[in-house]
């Protein structure tokens, strides 16, 4: 059994929604924020390996239309 | 300028709807799937220093009731 983590980002020049919600709302706060993009952490426990997590990336997890992914291995247990 | 990178999880034992679904449509395509757990990852840019960071999280980034966070320091620029 393994554990992956993946992060899930909008791609470089796709507008972000929630960060730029939360940068407003953070600047409004009185905090100095530059820039926030949200994105999705995924924690997977799984008998696959990473070419079928890849895949499940593809396929489901992200929308490569506008999503980047990237993929670390947590542990083999 | 730093860079924090934020991760955001649902605390043990609160129920993780999205990652229920996901982990639901993984096994429905086929994948040996144990568990899915979908959080936010969250990059951010700002003058504020990691107390400040931290306050951001408690009052907008993260619901401390159902959620845990984590915070890196990606890099000072």
Chains 1, 2 share one sequence.
Not at 37 to 57: H, N
Request: hydrophobic share 40%; charged share 30%; net charge negative.
């Amino acid at each position: 059994m393994a554990r992956y983590e993946i992060f899930v980002t909008y791609r470089e020049g796709i507008f972000d929604p929630p960060g730029a919600t939360a940068k407003g709302a953070l600047k409004n706060l009185g905090y100095p924020v530059e820039e926030v993009r949200i994105g999705k952490y995924i924690q997977l426990q799984t008998e696959a390996g990473p070419d079928a997590v890849r895949e499940m990336c593809e396929k489901l997890l992200a929308n490569p239309v506008i999503e980047d992914f990237r993929i670390e291995t947590a542990e083999e247990a």
